[in-house]
């Protein structure tokens, strides 16, 4: 009898579980190309469908995707701080609600925003003129990239007194498998106005990731946390401080991440080697007899 054990088949929950964990921990920009190789390794649509409908939205709101609105009025980021539903999202800028296809990561309906949905004209007034602001940033800073600023809390509100929150949302992707490699920038600020202190508070999360694999896989996923705070001004004012603030931390976050990229080879690839073996001594390159394994089994045994 043999004791190997025959091999166990998974259970079509702990199949849907792997496929989901592919799905959801994909590159930016190589989901699709995971998709289909799921796909034929599952051999099983119903499967697949299943752990595409949950994994999508997911990997979609986790990575910020942006997709483009079918009138051409802009791009529509998908973020929870924008969902109404399982399938729309609030554009802010246009006043409209993007309809999303998760699985093809594509915008098929847009509708125009109701009324409640939208935030009160006190709250819009600072909204739009940080929107107008982080827009001319991320068209300076970010090539391709895409922003929004929602109202988050205190939508309501109509006049001075009472305390709201904006969140403003960064995303920048750039993917060339072409060429083995693709990445993504996603920023989230939270800004919350607090009008008895006067003073606005800032807290930002940075992430980069990248991913090169040509002839290997090497991945990088970095983030960084952050807080500022400004004085409670007018609208306008507002906005320029925030922004400023914003790109203060961004290029200094950006800069430093340069910085220890550039320094790799002299620090931390070096580090990774041992500077002297477990002996305490260099190994004698020149004289590599004095250890030789047949001078001590010749000592050893007697042989002359």
């Known amino acids: 009898m043999s004791d190997e054990e025959p091999d166990q088949q998974l259970s079509d929950d702990q199949k849907l579980e792997i496929a989901k964990w592919f799905l959801t921990n994909s590159p930016a920009g190589e989901i699709q190309y995971i998709s289909k190789d799921i796909r034929s390794v599952l051999m099983d649509d119903r499967l697949y469908n299943k752990a595409a409908s949950e994994a999508f939205p997911i990997y979609n709101k986790n990575h910020l995707i942006s997709v483009e609105m079918p009138n051409r009025s802009g791009d529509a980021v998908v973020t929870t701080f924008a969902e109404l539903s399982d399938t729309e999202y609030l554009d802010p800028r246009t006043a409209q609600v993007a309809v999303v296809d998760h699985v093809k990561q594509v915008c098929i309906d847009v509708r125009p925003a109701a009324d409640e949905e939208l935030c009160s004209l006190y709250i819009e007034e600072f909204r739009c003129d940080l929107d107008a602001e982080i827009l001319k940033y991320v068209g300076e800073a970010y090539k391709k990239g895409v922003c929004s600023v929602y109202c988050i809390n205190g939508k309501d509100a109509e ?146």
């Open 159 to 304: 006049g001075p007194g009472l305390d709201f929150e904006l969140a403003v949302v960064i995303t920048a992707a750039r993917c060339s498998p072409q060429n083995f490699c693709n990445g993504s920038w996603r920023s989230i600020w939270n800004i919350e106005f607090k009008d008895e202190l006067q003073v606005v508070e800032l807290k930002g999360k940075l992430q980069v990731g990248a991913h090169y694999f040509e002839e290997g896989n090497v991945q990088l996923d970095a983030s960084h946390e952050c807080k500022d705070s400004t004085i409670f001004q007018s609208p306008e004012d507002c906005a320029l401080s925030i922004t400023n603030i914003i790109r203060h931390h961004e290029t200094e976050y950006l800069a430093s991440l340069e910085g220890s990229y550039l320094n790799l080879p002299d620090t931390t690839f070096k580090d990774l080697r041992r500077k002297l073996p477990v002996t305490r001594t260099l190994f004698p390159w020149h004289n590599t007899m004095q250890i030789s394994l047949t001078r001590d089994i010749t000592k050893e045994l007697g042989i002359k």
